[in-house]
């Protein structure tokens, strides 16, 4: 019996793997002239391949449980278990685990070998155009060639990414065969604001939380190092709100980002604590007293129509920036939106409306927060999908 992978990504392999590991005789189609490509440029190319500290809200979904279903399914335990078992030694750098060799080649390259060693047949240049069901026979069309399977499974990733390759074409797919996709939108992107002295501050990074606020109601909330750059604000913590962001903005919605600079204090204690600092040093002004508490390119734009502390208090605890748009797909590192989860079956991945059609990573509604939670995501979902489809035909 055959099964037929389309994606030769981090899921698509990993779906193969399994497959074959369970049996099936298995084909991966990738569309691109090597295996893994945005793999490669996980991690800034050191791949953070998951992360020890596991919990429900690190994944997100239209269907909020879904994600946490199929991740336990396929746990952090059996997926260390197998990537030790491929050679994968890793490294712990708070909480997200790097490959020792720091090289996201590893990862790919192992993978692709114990494919090979499972005798998967890896084809590559090989862009799937349609894909139709006759019977219980699966007609999977590429540009030179119709291939026969009894299981597919779709894991063709999203339109995320600057790597050659990323685009619609596994929600086209998924589509055509009568599934809802959910808007894909960029996730784990900078956030663009709407004003005119971002170029003032950019190049500083500063540890600072972000509330972000859809028509005043909070929805989201993050801390740690933000970047500030010429057209708003990045960094780890606004990625990890930014697909709230973008979906609020789908909406229709007015997205605030409100930055706290100074988040283990309060305003009052704050304003304390800067009059204290005026009056040890009464020679400075209230700008010079802030020089050596916040970065200085940050300190004239606070300190703007501010004439006493407990103004400049709540403006460092609350400072707004409209969002107009979140940073495009090319800026992305995962894609927000996908085949609708309520369609498909947590317990295998399976399509509920097209039998023997299997879904996995990034093409399914689902993403992570950064820390190696996305790659989770694909690893859990791919050996569900891959270990159900070969069981079911065997």
């Not at 291939?147 to 619609?168: D, H, K, M, P, W």
């Not at 589509?175 to 996709?181: E, F």
């Not at 894609?335 to 409306?353: A, D, F, N, W």
Request: glycine fraction near 10%; proline fraction near 4%; aromatic fraction near 10%.
């Amino acid at each position: 019996m055959r099964v037929i992978v389309i994606g030769g990504g981090a899921a698509g392999l990993m779906a193969a793997v399994m497959a074959a590991g369970e049996g099936a005789a298995v084909t991966v189609l990738e569309q691109n002239d090597g295996f893994g490509k945005k793999l490669l440029a996980t991690g800034n190319g050191k791949c953070n391949l998951t992360n020890v500290k596991q919990d429900p809200q690190e994944y997100h979904s239209s269907q909020e449980e879904f994600p946490w279903r199929v991740i336990c399914a396929f746990p952090l335990p059996e997926t260390l278990k197998f990537f030790t078992g491929l050679g994968i030694y890793t490294k712990n750098r708070s909480g997200g685990l790097y490959p020792y060799s720091e090289q996201a080649s590893a990862v790919r390259d192992v993978l692709y070998m114990e494919a090979r060693h499972r005798k998967v047949k890896l084809k590559t240049r090989e862009r799937v155009t349609g894909i139709r069901k006759e019977r219980k026979l699966f007609h999977v069309s590429t540009e030179t060639y119709t291939y026969q399977a009894e299981r597919v499974i779709l894991a063709a990733g999203g339109c995320a990414s600057s790597v050659t390759g990323s685009g619609n074409d596994g929600f086209s797919l998924a589509q055509s065969l009568g599934h809802r996709i959910v808007t894909p939108l960029p996730a784990l992107v900078g956030l663009k604001g709407v004003g005119s002295w971002f170029a003032k501050w950019a190049g500083v990074r500063f540890e600072a939380a972000v509330a972000l606020l859809e028509n005043d109601r909070q929805i989201a909330y993050q801390r740690g190092e933000v970047q500030f750059t010429d057209y708003g604000i990045s960094g780890i913590p606004v990625f990890s709100i930014s697909r709230f962001a973008a979906r609020a903005l789908e909406r229709g919605s007015r997205v605030l980002a409100v930055l706290d600079f100074m988040p283990d204090f309060s305003v009052e204690q704050l304003a304390a604590f800067l009059e204290s600092r005026l009056e040890s040093c009464s020679y400075k002004t209230l700008e010079e007293s802030l020089i050596g508490l916040l970065p200085k390119k940050l300190i004239p734009i606070l300190c703007t129509e501010i004439r006493y502390t407990m103004e400049l208090a709540q403006k460092i605890k609350n400072y707004p920036i409209i969002i107009r748009e979140t940073g495009p797909f090319s800026q992305a590192q995962v894609c927000s939106g996908g085949v609708s989860t309520e369609e498909i079956r947590p317990e295998t991945m399976e399509s509920t409306l097209v039998p023997g059609l299997y879904f996995a990573g990034e093409v399914v509604d689902v993403d992570g927060n950064c820390g190696g939670y996305n790659l989770q995501w694909a690893w859990s979902s791919a050996a569900v999908a891959g270990r159900a489809c070969a069981k079911e035909i065997i």
